[in-house]
């Protein structure tokens, strides 16, 4: 029976490193996985999160975990109650005040495991001033508590929280490798596999995770057709191809949402409010993570739809990703350059810079489709 570290793909090293960890019980109190976006780093710390708290542990398959019992099952649905999940909520990265929350939260008791994993993303966002908070917690945290701190570069980390962290690089996967380990794990053809990695920003988990959700690959459709209806399109259509777009962005979250009010409702017998008010919270966090991936997705299309106009227009048609757009790709190469293909690519990396400033989703995606039309086109594109 396979553990959950079967799930770190294309990081053998990784892989090992972990599960030897568990089997010889040296885990330690603070780990900083370092790698570039796409590396996998967030499954392998829900991995490494699964191994810590499963109660069969060290006899689990191979020293790692059973990866079927109830405590893993709602780690890898990332639901278990003592395995939190952080990313930056301001502008420009961590605030001092969430990080202040994060070392309140480290002293209470776990609500179901006999540890609490915390998984801090982007901790490369870490600045002097947030840091300083939370050095004496990542040097001694409470007996209870495992920090796994993700980064995507060991020089972008502070040298105040890397010398309090064991660190364990991840490589970055080549392209082609990561096709091959998508085609492998969901039977998808190659160039579906290419297709989502791009939709994906480069995480091979996530792109997995997409190609099986018949929502998310319809959600590409509809992107990739309003992109090959702008050039015909005029401002009326354009606010209403935006507005169609918000809807399926948060369409993930009517889905989530009932979840966790299932799971609430479930389990509200056997907690004490304190700890409904910290799922509460939880909860909240992962609906605005699941937001902002459903956007990164959205502008992820968008770059891979413009990048493969810019193949065409440079007379590279062989480049295309997006083959099952490739008729509206050659119609719009046909109507621009690879300079203003180049200029339309800046529009949806501004789009991108406003997601991460908290600008609403509508005013992000009405921007950035008037901004390619307008970019790609000239202003009056409509016929």
């Known amino acids: 029976m396979a553990d ?3 799930n770190i793909l294309g990081q053998p090293q990784v892989r090992e490193f972990l599960r030897a960890t568990v089997a010889q019980d040296k885990v330690s109190h ?3 996985f370092t790698g570039p976006a796409g590396s996998n780093k967030t499954m392998a710390a829900y991995a490494f999160a699964q191994a810590v708290l499963c109660p069969k542990g060290a006899s689990g398959p191979r020293g790692g975990n059973c990866g079927a019992c109830d405590a893993c099952r709602r780690i890898m649905r990332k639901k278990h109650p003592d395995v939190r999940y952080f990313a930056p909520e301001g502008a420009g990265g961590y605030l001092v005040e969430q990080i202040r929350d994060i070392v309140s939260d480290t002293s209470l008791a776990p609500i179901q495991a006999h540890k609490k994993v915390y998984i801090l993303d982007r901790v490369d966002l870490l600045g002097v001033q947030a840091a300083n908070a939370f050095l004496k917690t990542l040097e001694e945290p409470p007996s209870d508590v495992v920090l796994i701190l993700l980064a995507r570069t060991r020089e972008s980390v502070l040298p105040t929280i890397l010398s ?6 991840f490589r970055t996967i080549p392209a082609s490798e990561a096709a091959g380990i998508i085609v492998q794990n969901t039977g998808a053809s190659r160039e579906q596999a290419r297709m989502a990695i791009e939709a994906c920003d480069g995480s091979i988990t996530r792109a997995v995770e997409f190609l099986k959700s018949n929502e998310r690959l319809a959600f590409r459709a509809r992107v990739l057709e309003v992109l090959g209806y702008l050039r015909k399109a005029d401002d009326w259509d354009a606010i209403g191809f935006a507005s169609d777009l918000v809807v399926l962005v948060k369409a993930p979250l009517d889905v ?4 966790q009010e299932q799971d609430l409702a479930e389990n509200a017998d056997f907690l004490a409010k304190s700890a409904i008010r910290q799922i509460e919270a939880r909860n909240k966090r992962q609906l605005t993570a699941k937001t902002f991936e459903s956007l990164r997705q959205l502008t992820a299309i968008a770059r891979s739809w413009l990048r493969d106009v810019m193949a065409v227009c440079a007379e590279t048609p062989e480049l295309v990703i997006n083959v099952d757009a490739r008729a509206s790709i050659m119609e ?3 109507a621009t350059d690879e ?7 800046k529009a949806v990396r501004r789009c991108d810079e406003a997601i991460s400033y908290n600008v609403s989703p509508e005013t992000c995606i009405d921007a950035m489709l008037f901004e390619i039309r307008e970019v790609l086109y000239g202003s009056h594109s409509a016929d």
Do not use: K, S, T
């Not at 309090?164 to 690089?169: A, M």
């Open 4 to 6: 959950a570290f079967e």
């Open 30 to 32: 603070a780990y900083l």
């Open 164 to 169: 309090r962290c064991q660190v364990v690089p």
């Open 256 to 259: 989530a949402r009932a979840e």
């Open 332 to 334: 719009a190469a046909e």
């Open 339 to 345: 300079a203003r293909a180049a200029a339309a690519l």
